[in-house]
């Protein structure tokens, strides 16, 4: 067997990544690998490719300024991003890299259309010598079992012999300017030993944070899928806690202060658990235990109490309007943010809807005010206006659903109207909310 020494996998200057799907995790690995190797970024939504192309993204994740930095307008240079949309441009590459989004269907299973697309398209362009990482939340086996028999049958290579593969899962938080994509260790794994080396040294070279090489490609796959499980299990019980402690009329947010006192005692908080990734994620491990003969209780649970958030938020804030004389039939209320997370734009799988459809079969009128959320999305996707300005207006009623940073500015009195309720689904607000989840 070839002795295998670390130092061989120094990465050439001179190779040319793809990053196949430039949304909120293509795009700033992209600009990311761009500050040192030649980049083209591929993406079937040409209007995303165009925007891109202009200098602004509006997932927000990349500023313009760092965009523009980048961006160069043809793929033969040296460093840079380059976007397009059409496949060829791509030919030359020597790594793709894959981040096309995994979500799950209306029952909840695994949709691997995204994945079985764009390895298809990568498969018509596999040159020998290429290298496939894979960076989108799957479970263990996606890579080797899905789609490498996609790329093996569209390319006619030979997996480990003419291509190879790696699965690097992506940990960014969207919105958080804080953990940026260079300063979250990044786990690596490779199809053999030396594809391991070298996609960890692939990463290495521009993660600041450092890289943790996998011993393989499953190994890598479950790591990440675990990571959000055991976010949204966490959730789940602290949103339990919260159903319990507001039945004993005791501030959940005040026993959890109490309890972090302990030096072990984890920090979730109740809230809603949206998005793409935490609310989606468990879904798909579970689903692969489930075809293995092992039905999952905890992952499970967690995710049908977390699902439950929304209806249960609007029956508090209804009982909480009642007791303080409201009447609840034709009040109107203000729902502050429509987004799955704070200062994100992305409003794909998020709960506040569900608090917003369960308020209105109470007859209560919602007016949601979101300045960062795009209104179109908001209208395509769940048939609901959002004003991106402060209304005028004054409230029976006003929800913080989201802690998007300009709402922690607002002065809440220019929008109550006397004895209105203010209440603070993300316990921000502090003395200013009657009451918090
Ligand atoms: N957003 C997050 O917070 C986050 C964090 C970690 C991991 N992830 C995972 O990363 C993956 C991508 O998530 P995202 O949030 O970046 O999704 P996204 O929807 O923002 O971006 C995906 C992009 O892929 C493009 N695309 C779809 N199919 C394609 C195809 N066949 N060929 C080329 N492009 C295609 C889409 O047009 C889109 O621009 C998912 O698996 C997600 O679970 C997301």
Redo the contacts with the bound molecule.
């Keep these: 067997m070839k002795k295998v020494d670390k130092n061989d996998y120094k990465i050439d200057k001179n190779i040319k990544i793809a990053i196949?799907?430039?949304?909120?995790?293509?795009l700033p690995l992209a600009r990311l690998f761009a500050t040192k190797y030649s980049v083209i970024g591929?993406?079937?939504?040409e209007s995303?490719i165009a925007s891109l192309k202009s200098g602004t993204d509006t997932?927000l994740e990349v500023d313009d300024v760092t965009l523009q930095k980048v961006l160069v307008n043809n793929s033969s240079q040296n460093t840079g991003l380059y976007c397009t949309s059409s496949l060829d441009d791509l030919a030359a590459c020597n790594y793709f890299i894959i981040?096309?989004?995994?979500p799950v269907d209306k029952n909840n299973r695994p949709d691997l259309t995204?994945l079985y697309?764009?390895s298809e398209?990568v498969g018509k362009i596999l040159k020998k010598g290429d290298i496939v990482i894979y960076?989108?939340?799957v479970y263990p086996g996606v890579t080797e079992e899905q789609c490498v028999p996609v790329l093996e049958k569209v390319s006619g290579l030979k997996f480990n012999e003419d291509f190879f593969a790696g699965y690097s899962?992506?940990?960014?938080?969207?919105g958080d300017k804080e953990h940026t994509v260079e300063k979250i260790l990044k786990v690596t794994s490779g199809s053999t030993l030396e594809i391991g080396l070298k996609v960890d040294a692939l990463y290495k070279s521009v993660i600041t944070a450092g890289t943790h090489l996998a011993p393989s490609i499953k190994v890598a796959e479950a790591a990440k899928v675990i990571e959000n499980s055991q976010r949204d299990i966490n959730i789940a019980f602290v949103n339990e806690l919260a159903k319990i402690f507001n039945l004993m009329g005791i501030d959940t947010q005040e026993v959890l202060t109490a309890a972090a006192t302990k030096w072990n005692f984890l920090p979730f908080k109740p809230g809603l658990v949206g998005?793409?990734?935490i609310g989606?994620?468990p879904y798909y491990l579970a689903q692969r235990a489930q075809e293995f003969g092992y039905h999952p209780e905890i992952i499970l649970a967690g995710r049908r109490l977390n699902d439950s958030m929304g209806e249960y938020v609007a029956s508090q804030i209804v009982k909480l309007m009642i007791k303080k004389g409201i009447s609840v039939n034709g009040a109107n209320l203000l729902m502050l943010g429509i987004t799955f997370k704070e200062n994100c734009p992305?409003v794909r799988n998020t709960k506040i809807v569900d608090v917003v459809k369960a308020l209105k079969e109470y007859g209560i009128i919602v007016t949601i005010f979101d300045p960062i959320a795009n209104a179109n999305d908001v209208k395509k996707e769940y048939n609901l206006i959002t004003i991106n300005n402060i209304p005028d207006d004054k409230f029976d009623a006003i929800v913080l659903g989201v802690a998007h940073a300009e709402f922690l500015e607002l002065n809440f009195s220019e929008l109550q109207k006397e004895d209105s309720l203010i209440y603070d689904v993300k316990g921000v607000l502090g003395a200013i909310a009657d009451n918090r989840l």
Excluded: A, M, Q
Excluded at 42 to 45: C, S
Excluded at 169 to 174: D, G, H
């Design positions: 196949i799907g430039l949304g909120y995790v293509g591929f993406d079937i939504n995303r997932t981040t096309v989004p995994t995204p697309k764009s398209s960076e989108s939340t899962p992506e940990r960014i938080n969207p998005g793409h990734c989606v994620d992305d």
